[in-house]
Every structure is written in C-alpha cells, then in structure tokens.
C-alpha cells in the first residue's frame, strides 16, 4: 500500500538557520503531495502542495518539489523564525479518497 | 468564514459513558472523515463518508460509530468509552471534483475519559 517516511521526531535549529525535513513516498498511483502544519491544540492545515511531478509548493517562504524519479517532497527553508516552531506533516493522496501521513516532525526554533 | 466546525471543542465523559462529537462543513464537500490523533502521533482514520456511503477502516473498533444525516453534518459515536480513547478526534472534508485535492480539517475536539 501507499506510504510516507519523514524526519523523524524533532528538529531543533537556531533562527535564521537553513532547514530540510525530508520526504519520501511510496506509491503505485500518481499522487498530490502536500504538508500540512498543526500548531498545538488544532487541526492540521494545509501549509503547501504539489499536485504532479516537477511541481513545487510554496508558502511563508518553504518549497517543496515534486520529484518523481526521487519519490520525495522535501520541505525547505533558507531562515527559519521562531514562529515557524509547528509539528510538519507530510502527506499524499492517489484518488482513493485516503490521505496518507507521515508520522510527524515537530518543529521547534531556538531563538 | 470556519469551513469545518467540530463542536464541542473540549469533551470530558466517563468510563463506558456514551459520548457524540460533532461536526459540520461549510464547503459542500461530499467526503467527510473522522480520524483519531494522539499525542505526538499523526492522525489515523477511523472512517470516511463518500455522500452516504459509509466506509469503515479494518482496524477501528467496533466501540466507534458514524452517521451522516445530510451532506453538512457528521457524527462520531463513542458507545463505550475506554482510557484508551482518550485523544484528539478530528473531522475533515475533501471534494470528489478535486479528487487529488487538499483535505480541510476541523480543529478537532479533545476528547477525555474519566
């Protein structure tokens, strides 16, 4: 079945450092992409997307591209801020109507 | 301009009190979900309705139950509350014209069992 694998529990760089948390997907259908970002206490929302290969979403300054060949869709940011301290979904859908997730990352920015 | 309203926003009930959660949407989104989210993990379906039509996952207990009465609203009945259902419980909806589209969430409802 479909699958996502992302960083693994916490990331915890300093303001205005770089970042990268990684995903990865299985799937044998052609699927969107997307990360979602849950602040403490509510739902997921949608943070960007990609829906087909090569595309790239962006949003408050995080990419993600939609590489195929690679089956992955990486978040990056040049200079994180604090207020970007969230956890990070990755997810897909394949046009089964289920969105599968990875199991989180949660962002915390030193200041 | 809330999308999806999951009410109550905090529920507290007894062990093996029957409790609802509800939600209601504002998109007209034919597919409705309801997931469980527990502390540090991600979301995990329990079910989704596509219109009226009910699909429950292989893995969700028999003690969770839905119903959908018209295309706005939806309900999660818990028959017989264990600890172990203490969590966040989330509503969502998706389009079927954007099949491979954004899934909207509700803020959820944090769910404890005394």
């Known amino acids: 079945g479909d699958s996502v694998v992302q960083t693994e529990g916490q990331v915890l760089p300093s303001e205005g450092d770089s970042l990268i948390v990684n995903c990865s997907y299985e799937?044998?259908?052609?699927?969107?992409l997307f990360w979602y970002v849950q602040y403490p206490g509510e739902g997921p929302q949608l943070h960007l997307k990609?829906?087909?290969?090569?595309d790239k979403g962006r949003n408050k300054g995080f990419e993600a591209m939609y590489r195929k060949e690679t089956t992955s869709f990486h978040l990056e940011k040049d200079s994180v801020q604090e207020s970007d301290s969230a956890v990070y979904f990755c997810?897909?859908?394949?046009?089964?109507?289920?969105?599968?997730f990875g199991t989180g990352t949660r962002l915390k920015v030193l200041a | 301009d809330a999308m999806v309203i999951q009410n109550p926003r905090y529920q507290v009930t007894q062990f093996g009190k029957p409790v609802t959660l509800s939600c209601s949407q504002t998109?007209?989104?034919?597919?409705m979900y309801w997931y469980q989210q527990k502390s540090s993990q991600a979301p995990k379906l329990l079910f989704h309705?596509?219109?009226?039509?009910?699909?429950n996952e292989a893995d969700t207990p028999d003690n969770f139950q839905s119903r959908r009465p018209n295309t706005s609203f939806c309900f999660l009945d818990i028959r017989s509350p264990g600890l172990g259902d203490a969590a966040m419980y989330l509503c969502?909806?998706?389009?079927?014209?954007?099949?491979?589209?954004?899934?909207?969430f509700g803020p959820g409802t944090r769910l404890t069992v005394l």
């Open positions: 997810a897909l859908t394949s046009g089964t109507y289920k969105y599968i």
């Open positions: 990609a829906m087909k290969a090569n």
């Open positions: 998109l007209n989104h034919n597919v």
């Open positions: 969502a909806t998706s389009s079927e014209a954007g099949v491979l589209d954004t899934q909207y």
């Open positions: 309705y596509y219109d009226k039509d009910f699909n």
């Open positions: 799937t044998t259908q052609y699927p969107s």
